[in-house]
Structures are given as C-alpha cells and as structure tokens.
C-alpha cells in the first residue's frame, strides 16, 4: 500500500505540538480501523493521516463502503481507532475511556445527522437544551442559550412544537440548533441535505455558510457533489485511503 | 389483606380480653356417648361435671389461685306477664363482674347480703332487656321463672363477643343465649342439684353441682402452670372425663400463631404477586429500551454517559412502578373500608403498612428495572444510532 498522498500544507505549528491558537483542530495520525466480521477482518480505515485547521470548512466524499461513515465515526468519538492517532484540539482521544469520550462528545463536538435525530417527545427547545443537560448546564441558562439558538435558525415561533410538528427542513434546522448548543470545536454533519428536498437543502447549507464566517469549524460528508463543492475543502476517500484533498 | 388479617386477630384479642388473660375457664361437660350406658332411661339421673369438692380443692391446694368462681347455668324461660326469653340463669357469687370483667351497667349487682339470704333478685343481659321490657324501664319491676318470681336489680354491659365465652355448654352452634344473673345460694334453693331438660320431646335429668368454675389467677404469667395444677386436681377426682378446661391466655396463644400462619401465607402471595408484578416491569423496561434504541444512541452523542442512560431508565421504571404503587395502597385502603363497611368484618390498617407498600414498589422499580437500564447503557452508540 502506498503511503496516503498529504495535500494539505503544512501548518506552520509542529505536528507534535499541543493545541495552540495556531495548530490544527484534528489531527489524524496514521488511523486505522477494522472491524470482526464473523472470522474475516475487513479493514475500512487503512493507515489516515489528515489535518483539519480551525475555522475550516471541510466536505467528505467517496464511494459506498469507502470508510467515510468509519471515519466520522471516528471523528465523533463514538468509535475507537484500532490503531493510530486521533488528537482533537491537541488531546489525543485515540486511547479513552468511555465515559471521557462521552464527555468528549459532550463538550466538544456537535452532530447533524441524516434523519435529524430529534428525540420524539421532546420540545424543539428542550430538544437543543440535551446536550447542555448533560453538561450540568443550570436550568435558566440552558432555557436562555436554546432559545438564542432556535432564534438564530429561525425557530423562535415554534419553541414548544414537538419534532413530528415540523418540517424536515425545520427539524434538521433544530438538529443544528442542537449541535451548536455546547459551542463544539467541531461540528459534524452526516448527510445533513441528505433527507431534504433542494430549497430546504439549500437553507441548510446557507446556516452552514454562516457558521463558517463565524469561524467554526465544520466536517461534512456527503454524496452530493453540489454540496461538496460548496465547502471550502474536499476530500475524496477510496477503499478506506485519502484519494484526494482540495482547496478552494 | 393485611388488613382484614390485623382485623381478625384483633378480634381474637378481643375474645380473650373479655375472657381475661388471667383466668381460667372450667366447664362441665356430659361425658362421652360410649359411657352413658341406660336402658332405663326414664329413672336414670345423669351424674356428672364439676362438684363444690373440686371447688374446695382448687380453692384451698393450688397456689396462686387469686378467687375461683363457682357458677350453675340452668336454661330456662324468663316471663314478663306475656313476654317469654329463653335465657340460661347463672347462679353464681358477688365477685362474677370483677372476676369475669364484665360490669353492671345500671342499677347493681347482687351482694354478700344477697346471696347470704338467698334473696330472689336478679341481673339482666342487655338482650334480653330489650326483649322483655320493650317499653318500660325493668329496674325494680318482676320477671317470673317457673313460678317464682325475682326482682331486677341491675342491668348488664353488653358484651362484645359473647358467643365465644359464653358458649353454650351443650348445644353446640346455635345463637348465644344471653344470661341472667342470680345468687348463687337461691339457684341452689330453688333448683336443688337434680336438672329436668326438656330435650327432643322427651326429659332428661341430670346432677350437675356446678356448671362453670372460673379461677383467677394472682399473676397472669402463672396462668398455664396453675392450669396444670388445676388439670391434675381434676383428673385424680374425676374417672370421667367430664370437665374441660379453658386457658384464655392459651386460646391467645393459638390466636397468634394463627395470625403468624394467615401473616405468612399473605406475605408470601404478596411476595409471589411482588415478583410476577417485577418481571412485569422489567418486560416493559426491556420493551421500552428497545424501542428507544435511536433515543439512547443520540443521547450518547450528545455527552451522555452510561451512568447517565442507566439513571434514566431506573428512574423511568421507578415512576412506572411508583405509580402501580400508590394505585395499590389506594386499593389497599379503599377494599378493607368496603369489606368492614358490606362484609362486616372488622379490618385495621396498621399505619405503617401504606408506607411499607409504596416503599417496597419503589424498590421493586429499581430492582427490576436496574437489568433494563443496564442493557441501555451498553449499548454501542453507533450501532443505537443506526437502529430503526
């Protein structure tokens, strides 16, 4: 296997560094990852290396079974690498303990899924507060940041409406709500347009653009390669190695 | 349950409190079928039961014996001009309310004086009262027996149970008769020893000394040994076996071990019921878990830990069998008032028994719900996530 080609320029910043203001926000080293089938192991990460610079705005693609649905997994803590390194905001997370990674996840990340993952009988606004829940938010301050936030999407009129009340285009609204509540160094998107007709896609990616201008970071994957190229950076992966990264 | 258990024992204390815990009870009793052996009916007299020797013995050999209380029973009709009570007259001594703990409630009881010279006065039961002077106040008034005629002089308190202590000595079931109360002296003057019972058409006839002998004992913790002692006495004077001896503090006895058996075999249907109603929650739990796979999947993105999922789940199940909980004590507060109120049973919520069975559903939430929430907790975030 060839070493995967790295595109990205350097960062100015030692690779070895802690994070710093400068330094990159993720850090893959060399990450892999396998999975037990039955006696067979099939490998869907081999050997990653990738940085990923604050502020960037980031779009995975590839093919079925390439390893992005793997690698965001990885990036979300919610898998553990079978080998190699994974520094997030210059920890590495490669090595922890579940209820750190839960508090990983918690503090430093937010998620947008495909089928927007809103808890039923939930509230919209209690809907983006979870998060904050589990961070031991006082209860005032959680009421008072949710509904900033459902503000900031546009939301404000539909507080106490349950999910299965809104559009999807709303829920996913609500979903990125929610990502942002505990203001993540990173957030994740798994197909975040992926359930959503055009116009409503496309006021998903114009709040993404405006996150970007705001400076967070955000990691998208996506089959869709309009979306993709409305981000600022493009990965293509291929049988679990980088095939290409982009910089616009 | 409970409740009407705690009633029921209740009741029994009752019973022996009436009968006295320090007293013991001797009855005459006809000797079994198989020695009654006459063909000549009509002359035979039936000797038997307890005598004045016994009582003397008892009286004067036993220790710790406080007073023992001497008493004849004759069934007979009581007459008001027209108005008939068939009654069983108790001739006995002054000290019969203190010793059997039963008072006079209005008028008196007959005294030394009395009984000295054999007056012909007497005490009523309360039922009888009601039956024989309907209208009229009887204290001061006559009643007629046979062809003797008594003055009332007092009038009994009600006793609470009196089937049971004063079980007629040979008919057995039937409804109590009340008493009426005599001296004991004028019972035996006008009476004598020899009894003619009217019994099935024909006449029967019968010596009996004494029906009743009630012992009170100084100590009540000296009752069971005196009561050996009395048995004893009994047993070498007596070739038949024609006296029965009651222990109240031993019916007490059987009482509560009684109640310990009914206790037992309730606690362990709710015991069984507690179980049953467990994995009950525990299927529900694991039911629930599994539909909410996805909600546990993105609570575990979202920061929560498996200590937090467990929490949820056991709090969940806790609320689930709280609330079964408090619908019981409701039930079990609201069944035993409609069993006392239509049964007529006499039931007693301890007060500590609601508590115990709210706490008790609480725990059993916990417990059963502790496997669910466990299960939830394990789950692989990725693989929640991806449920349907």
């Given at each position: 296997?060839?070493?995967?080609?790295?595109?990205?320029?350097?960062?100015?910043?030692?690779?070895?560094?802690?994070?710093?203001?400068?330094?990159?926000?993720?850090?893959?080293?060399?990450?892999?990852?396998?999975?037990?089938?039955?006696?067979?192991?099939?490998?869907?990460?081999?050997?990653?290396?990738?940085?990923?610079?604050?502020?960037?705005?980031?779009?995975?693609?590839?093919?079925?079974?390439?390893?992005?649905?793997?690698?965001?997994?990885?990036?979300?803590?919610?898998?553990?690498?079978?080998?190699?390194?994974?520094?997030?905001?210059?920890?590495?997370?490669?090595?922890?303990?579940?209820?750190?990674?839960?508090?990983?996840?918690?503090?430093?990340?937010?998620?947008?899924?495909?089928?927007?993952?809103?808890?039923?009988?939930?509230?919209?606004?209690?809907?983006?507060?979870?998060?904050?829940?589990?961070?031991?938010?006082?209860?005032?301050?959680?009421?008072?940041?949710?509904?900033?936030?459902?503000?900031?999407?546009?939301?404000?009129?539909?507080?106490?409406?349950?999910?299965?009340?809104?559009?999807?285009?709303?829920?996913?609204?609500?979903?990125?709500?929610?990502?942002?509540?505990?203001?993540?160094?990173?957030i994740l998107a798994d197909e975040a347009t992926g359930n959503l007709d055009s116009a409503s896609g496309r006021e998903i990616l114009d709040i993404f653009d405006d996150l970007r201008q705001q400076g967070k970071t955000l990691i998208m994957v996506t089959h869709d390669l309009e979306v993709g190229e409305r981000a600022k950076r493009l990965i293509r992966l291929r049988d679990g190695e980088l095939e290409s990264d982009l910089r616009k | 349950m409970l409740a009407i258990g705690e009633g029921a024992s209740f009741k029994a204390q009752e019973i022996i409190k009436t009968l006295g815990s320090q007293n013991i009870l001797l009855r005459s009793q006809k000797p079994g079928e198989e020695e009654k052996i006459s063909n000549r009916r009509d002359n035979y007299v039936l000797e038997y039961g307890l005598t004045n020797e016994d009582l003397k013995r008892i009286r004067n050999t036993i220790p710790g014996v406080e007073t023992a209380l001497p008493a004849r029973v004759i069934r007979e009709y009581v007459w008001n001009i027209a108005v008939r009570v068939d009654v069983d007259i108790v001739g006995t001594l002054p000290d019969y309310p203190v010793v059997r703990n039963h008072q006079v409630a209005i008028g008196r009881f007959f005294n030394q004086a009395d009984l000295d010279a054999a007056e012909t006065v007497c005490v009523l039961g309360t039922e009888m009262v009601q039956k024989l002077f309907p209208l009229d106040e009887p204290l001061g008034k006559?009643?007629?027996?046979?062809?003797?005629?008594?003055?009332?002089?007092?009038?009994?308190?009600?006793?609470?149970?009196?089937?049971?202590?004063?079980?007629?000595?040979?008919?057995?079931?039937?409804?109590?008769?009340?008493?009426?109360?005599?001296?004991?002296?004028?019972?035996?003057?006008?009476?004598?020893?020899?009894?003619?019972?009217?019994?099935?058409?024909?006449?029967?006839?019968?010596?009996?000394?004494?029906?009743?002998?009630?012992?009170?004992?100084?100590?009540?913790?000296?009752?069971?040994?005196?009561?050996?002692?009395?048995?004893?006495?009994?047993?070498?004077?007596?070739?038949?076996?024609?006296?029965?001896?009651?222990?109240?503090?031993?019916?007490?006895?059987?009482?509560?071990?009684?109640?310990?058996?009914?206790?037992?075999?309730?606690?362990?249907?709710?015991?069984?019921?507690?179980?049953?109603?467990?994995?009950?929650?525990?299927?529900?739990?694991?039911?629930?878990?599994?539909?909410?796979?996805?909600?546990?999947?993105?609570?575990?993105?979202?920061?929560?830990?498996?200590?937090?999922?467990?929490?949820?789940?056991?709090?969940?199940?806790?609320?689930?069998?709280?609330?079964?909980?408090l619908l019981g004590v409701l039930l079990g507060v609201l069944i035993p008032f409609g069993v006392s109120h239509f049964a007529g049973m006499r039931t007693i919520i301890t007060p500590g028994s609601p508590i115990l069975a709210f706490t008790i559903s609480g725990l059993i939430g916990v417990v059963f719900g502790l496997y669910p929430a466990l299960r939830a907790a394990k789950m692989d975030p990725v693989e929640a996530l991806r449920h349907e």
């Open positions: 296997m060839s070493p995967p080609p790295n595109l990205a320029p350097k960062p100015p910043a030692s690779a070895t560094s802690h994070a710093s203001a400068t330094g990159p926000i993720v850090r893959l080293e060399k990450l892999r990852k396998t999975y037990q089938m039955g006696g067979t192991s099939v490998t869907a990460l081999s050997g990653l290396s990738l940085e990923i610079l604050a502020g960037e705005y980031l779009a995975i693609m590839g093919p079925s079974g390439c390893g992005k649905s793997t690698l965001l997994n990885l990036l979300g803590c919610l898998d553990r690498p079978t080998g190699g390194q994974y520094f997030l905001g210059g920890q590495d997370v490669s090595d922890l303990d579940d209820d750190a990674l839960s508090a990983i996840r918690g503090a430093r990340l937010g998620f947008v899924f495909q089928s927007y993952n809103l808890i039923q009988q939930l509230s919209v606004v209690e809907n983006i507060e979870v998060p904050l829940f589990y961070q031991d938010c006082p209860e005032e301050q959680a009421r008072q940041i949710a509904t900033d936030l459902a503000r900031r999407v546009g939301l404000e009129t539909r507080l106490d409406h349950k999910p299965f009340e809104l559009s999807g285009g709303q829920q996913q609204r609500v979903a990125i709500a929610r990502a942002l509540a505990n203001d993540p160094l990173v | 006559d009643v007629r027996i046979g062809e003797n005629y008594y003055r009332v002089i007092g009038i009994m308190e009600p006793r609470t149970t009196g089937a049971f202590s004063e079980g007629n000595l040979e008919e057995a079931g039937g409804a109590p008769r009340d008493r009426m109360f005599i001296p004991l002296e004028t019972a035996r003057h006008r009476y004598g020893e020899v009894l003619f019972r009217r019994r099935a058409g024909s006449f029967e006839s019968e010596r009996v000394a004494l029906h009743e002998i009630t012992v009170k004992v100084v100590k009540s913790e000296d009752v069971i040994p005196v009561s050996e002692a009395i048995k004893d006495v009994l047993e070498k004077n007596h070739k038949k076996k024609d006296y029965a001896v009651v222990v109240p503090l031993e019916l007490l006895k059987k009482a509560e071990e009684t109640k310990k058996i009914f206790n037992l075999v309730l606690g362990s249907i709710a015991a069984i019921s507690l179980l049953v109603g467990g994995i009950g929650i525990m299927n529900i739990m694991l039911a629930n878990v599994t539909e909410r796979t996805r909600e546990i999947g993105i609570r575990r993105a979202l920061g929560a830990r498996r200590k937090d999922i467990t929490t949820q789940f056991v709090i969940e199940s806790v609320i689930l069998s709280a609330s079964g909980g």
